[in-house]
């Protein structure tokens, strides 16, 4: 074992095997971020707020992966253009455009909405995105009330475990108790039981993971003992993802760095070394190469290297990270 500072007062016991990603996760946050900043500088869309990196929900997520850096590295040269995209003005008219149109990036973007209205409160200690982030949470669990069940196989922009993720961590950050008791109970209903297994072939082709999000998912609601068993079961019946080594479609040069993230929680809520080698294999296999995140700019440019800094986040500590 080594210990790992975090930077944030705090440290982290992680096998040894994790040391040569440890050192390099400063320079590989500097050079995402880097790629972040260049697409969310652009008016690729006419948005008020999210214009640039071609879409609204890859420019969410693009600020997002901005304020992730800074908290991780407290590197702040990025802080200006932050505060520039979500100006004040520019985010109401946003949400006024959410609440006239309530099926826009249903699911997909507002739960990375979410995502980015935890880390920006975190970072700067203010509630300006809280009023929005708290419509758009109640429009997401509206939109999945009209769901009977949830569909545990549904991947890409309509991932309903990836919607689920960012609605129970928002919902527990704001204390949202009858949120995250609806919730948790959409959870157990569609994802608990471990009778079906969870193909790859459910998310080749796409960017998002479905059966490590699915893990993740439910590590989310069970104590750790209950998840180990859960978690080892699961695995039993679906074994552990194999890095891509080769993508059909551009879409798949995400799909390393969305498996990571759930393999990281896995890993994080079964302390299993062999789920915390299988998040190294794909980090390495979404960062390397560069390629990967720096490509042509419409196919992976734009995008992917925001799942890596949301893939690298937890090694920088549960201060600076998830």
């Known amino acids: ?54 879409d609204w929900h890859s420019s969410v997520h693009g600020v997002w992966a901005l304020v992730a850096y800074q908290r991780a590295t407290g590197d702040r040269q990025y802080g200006a253009l932050v505060n520039a995209i979500l100006e004040k003005e520019a985010l109401a008219r946003e949400r006024e455009h959410l609440r006239r149109e309530p099926l826009f990036e249903m699911p997909y973007g507002r739960a990375w909405f979410l995502r980015l209205a935890i880390d920006h409160r975190k970072l700067t200690a203010s509630d300006t995105l809280l009023p929005f982030a708290d419509e758009v949470a109640m429009s997401l669990r509206d939109y999945y009330r009209t769901t009977q069940r949830l569909d545990r196989f549904s991947g890409a922009y309509q991932s309903a475990s990836w919607a689920m993720i960012n609605l129970m961590d928002y919902a527990r950050d704001r204390h949202l108790a009858d949120l995250e008791t609806e919730v948790a109970n959409r959870i157990t209903e569609a994802f608990i039981d471990v009778n079906h297994e969870c193909a790859a072939d459910h998310e ?34 679906n074994g552990l993802p194999k890095p891509l080594t080769s993508h059909c479609g551009d879409h798949e040069h995400g799909l390393n760095f969305s498996r ?63």
């Open 260 to 322: 990571a993230w759930g393999l990281w929680d896995m890993y994080r809520g079964s302390g299993r070394d062999d789920v915390l080698k299988a998040y190294l294999d794909h980090f390495e296999g979404g960062v390397t190469p560069a390629s990967n995140w720096r490509g042509d700019y419409r196919a992976v440019g734009h995008w992917v290297a925001q799942f890596g800094m949301f893939a690298l986040q937890p090694l920088f500590g549960t201060e600076a990270g998830r």
């Open 1 to 54: 074992m080594m210990v790992i500072g975090t930077g944030q007062a705090e440290a982290a016991k992680l096998p040894s095997f994790l040391a040569p990603l440890i050192a390099r996760k400063q320079a590989i946050a500097g050079d995402l971020a880097r790629q972040v900043a260049f697409c969310s500088r652009r008016k690729d869309a006419d948005h008020p707020a999210f214009r640039g990196c071609v």
């Open 204 to 237: 080749r082709g796409e960017f998002m993971a479905v059966c490590t999000n699915w893990a993740a998912l439910v590590g989310r609601i069970l104590d750790k003992d209950s998840y180990s068993c859960w978690l080892e079961t699961f695995i039993a019946a």
